[in-house]
């Protein structure tokens, strides 16, 4: 696309690239982003990446046979596997989708407005619901309805209606 930076040691191979996209030292396979998408550092879009306009997807991130929302982000160290991403979420520092089980690949549906807590792994198949939570390190392996928060290893659900744990000040 027109207005695209592409650095160097990036490799874009059988891709769709929109317009004003940067790619930083980057590897790009059988993948789309759309308008104005950042990926990299050292990122690999893998086939059937598709990124919708103003993702970001940073430093050590990866990417396969998933859609991820207009505006989602995810910084660093993220791996997101067979996965549906909807718009304006965040995927903390080493999040990552655990899809295969040992014999199946398994889908995680994850809806707009979600933050997704550092460290948290997302066991699939699994549905996350809009502007849920993560917490820091969690093990999602059930459902997350909308509004809730997931936490703890495994991860327990706090619904709106639930006390959730404050952080403790010094």
């Known amino acids: 696309g027109e207005g695209c930076e592409i650095g160097p040691n990036s490799i874009v191979s059988n891709s769709s690239i929109g317009q004003g ?21 050292f990122s690999h879009m893998r086939p059937g990446a598709h990124l919708e306009s103003e ?10 046979n998933s859609r991820i929302g207009r505006g989602t982000k ?3 160290f993220s791996y ?11 995927i903390g520092a080493g999040a990552i ?8 690949k398994n889908r ?7 933050f997704i807590g550092s460290d948290s792994m997302l ?21 997350v309805p909308a509004g ?16 959730q744990p404050q952080k403790e000040v010094d």
């Open 74 to 76: 995810s910084g660093h």
């Open 21 to 41: 996209c940067k790619i930083t030292s980057s590897v790009i396979e059988q993948a789309t982003l759309e308008d104005a998408v950042i990926v990299g550092p």
């Open 80 to 90: 997101i596997g067979d996965a549906d991403v909807g718009a304006n979420v965040n």
């Open 55 to 64: 993702v970001h997807i940073g430093n050590y991130g990866e990417v396969k």
């Open 108 to 114: 995680t549906i994850i809806e707009d407005g979600v």
């Open 148 to 163: 809730a928060s997931a936490i703890g290893a495994p991860a327990r659900i706090i619904t709106n209606g639930q006390k």
């Open 123 to 143: 066991v699939a198949p699994l549905h996350i619901g809009a502007n849920a939570r993560t917490g820091v390190g969690s093990i999602v392996t059930k459902d």
């Open 97 to 104: 989708t655990c899809n295969y089980d040992g014999d199946n």
